[in-house]
């Protein structure tokens, strides 16, 4: 398993509950995270909010302090903010969370992508970065609660850099309870965003924060 005890994370949006509940969870496993943010007030007060030792800046400078950076923003506005921090995160492994959605009355339904999946809209604006897909699944309620110390589910994590995506499964891993699995290239990573849209159902028919497993492996 690869080491990334040593690694620091920066979470571009990370004001949301996405993105506060990966870093709780980083930051008790005892990594250095930046909690991004448009606004620094915004991003100092998330970090303090979270504690064990977070900290909170620009999405830019978090993104060109970071070893790992999580983009955990809405779809909205992933591209934009993506394009503009290219330069910041040349090099980078940037892990991608993001599920495009749509909300109607019969519930969450998976908007198309022109790139094929908001993961490869990411690798399309990031040439020169490391783009894997991970956590699209995780519940940041239950990233959140204090209440569970064991996340009950495997983390799908996608990419076309094998070393790249060890790195983020050994990160999934820091969080008890989690295994990351490897699932595949970035070109399949729209079932795995659309998935959400499933689970999404699942939470409201049955009032659970669902996850998936995968079973022999
Ligand atoms: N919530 C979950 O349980 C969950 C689970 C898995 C995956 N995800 C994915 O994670 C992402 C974040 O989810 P969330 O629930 O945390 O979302 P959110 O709270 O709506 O947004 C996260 C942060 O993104 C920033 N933001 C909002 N609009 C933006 C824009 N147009 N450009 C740049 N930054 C913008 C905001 O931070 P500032 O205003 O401080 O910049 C906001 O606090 C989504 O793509 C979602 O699909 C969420």
């Not at 903010?81 to 492994?93: F, H, N, V």
């Amino acid at each position: 398993m690869t080491d990334v005890s040593g690694l620091s994370i920066g979470i571009l949006g990370g004001t949301g509950d996405q993105g506060k509940g990966l870093a709780r969870r980083f930051a008790l496993a005892g990594l250095r995270v930046a909690i991004g943010s448009r606004s620094e007030e915004r991003a100092r007060e998330a970090a303090e909010s979270i504690g064990a030792g977070a900290t909170g800046a620009a999405n830019a400078a978090v993104a060109a302090g970071a070893d790992i950076v999580i983009v955990a923003v809405p779809y909205d506005g992933h591209k934009a903010l993506l394009e503009s921090l290219a330069a910041e995160l040349a090099g980078k492994i940037v892990v991608d969370c993001v599920n495009p959605l749509g909300f109607d009355k019969q519930g969450a339904y998976a908007l198309p992508v022109a790139e094929g999946s908001a993961a490869q809209q990411a690798a399309a604006v990031l040439p020169d970065s490391r783009v894997v897909a991970a956590f699209h699944h995780v519940s940041a309620v239950v990233l959140m609660d204090p209440a569970v110390d064991e996340v009950d589910l495997d983390v799908l994590v996608l990419g076309d850099d094998r070393e790249a995506t060890d790195t983020v499964q050994a990160l999934a891993g820091l969080i008890p309870g989690v295994r990351g699995v490897y699932g595949g290239r970035l070109r399949n990573a729209f079932q795995v965003e659309a998935l959400t849209a499933n689970l999404i159902s699942v939470n409201r028919r049955y009032k659970a924060h669902a996850g998936v497993r995968v079973t022999d492996i």
